[in-house]
């Protein structure tokens, strides 16, 4: 079965320095997709960025990048240059399977992380 | 392009009535998943449409149904409510692209208190 396990229930950073969210992941499929999304105090989840298991280059989506380690199954979320408005819960997510077929996650319990001026 | 929306946004019902919470995907999205978020459970995975077909389906009772209609949007209904179904439910719908990723995109959410 696949699970998700994020160590860092809570991280205060203060602002202007890089953070790195930690995710580990196991799965016995080749295939799978790993995800990261935000979720502010509003509840909305907000997609982030995305890896797949074939891709060889970690991705990267303006501030944010995954550091994607396959054999460490390890999946890590940085955030350059904290800003107070990163402030959330930030969510680590997987779907077995093609990109294609049923779109089913299983996500971490989160890392909620505090921006400090 | 309008986001996916959910109504609605709050609920409260009391234990042993049912509830129907609404989401229409973005347009043009064919997949539609509804997600249960406790503080207690964290996010777990209810259910997957995909043209009006349940295609997956998460480790809930009988009492946790859904469905999708030709326009893509779904429904999903809790029967017999009970004190520990009171969470945020999200809806998220993906596009189906051939090749690629697709990424689900995450509704508002209902909040639904059970008493």
């Known amino acids: 079965a696949q699970k998700i396990t994020q160590t860092q229930p809570g991280m205060f950073v203060q602002e202007k320095e890089a953070v790195t969210l930690d995710c580990t992941y196991d799965t016995s499929d080749q295939s799978y997709g790993l995800f990261w999304y935000k979720q502010p105090s509003s509840g909305e989840m907000i997609f982030l960025i995305y890896q797949g298991s074939y891709d060889e280059q970690n991705a990267t989506e303006g501030r944010y990048s995954l550091n994607f380690q396959k054999a460490r199954k390890s999946a890590n979320l940085v955030i350059s240059a904290s800003q107070l408005g990163d402030s959330a819960m930030y969510f680590c997510?997987?779907?077995?399977?093609?990109?294609?077929?049923?779109?089913?996650?299983?996500f971490g319990q989160g890392t909620r992380l505090t921006i400090n001026p | 392009k309008a986001g996916v929306t959910q109504t609605p946004r709050y609920l409260i019902k009391t234990r042993g009535q049912q509830v129907t919470l609404s989401c229409s995907p973005i347009?043009?999205?064919?997949?539609v998943s509804w997600y249960q978020q406790t503080p207690g459970q964290g996010l777990q995975f209810l259910f997957e449409?995909?043209?009006?077909?349940?295609?997956n389906k998460g480790n809930f009772p009988g009492r946790f149904s859904g469905r999708q209609f030709s326009n893509s949007r779904s429904e999903m209904n809790v029967s017999t409510l009970e004190l520990g179904d009171s969470a945020l439910y999200l809806c998220?719908?993906?596009?189906?692209?051939?090749?690629?990723?697709?990424?689900?995109?995450f509704g508002p959410g209902t909040r639904l208190t059970v008493l």
């Open positions: 998220a719908s993906s596009p189906y692209r051939s090749s690629g990723y697709n990424e689900q995109f």
């Open positions: 347009s043009g999205h064919r997949s």
């Open positions: 997510a997987m779907r077995e399977g093609r990109s294609q077929g049923a779109q089913k996650l299983v």
């Open positions: 449409y995909f043209s009006e077909t349940q295609r």
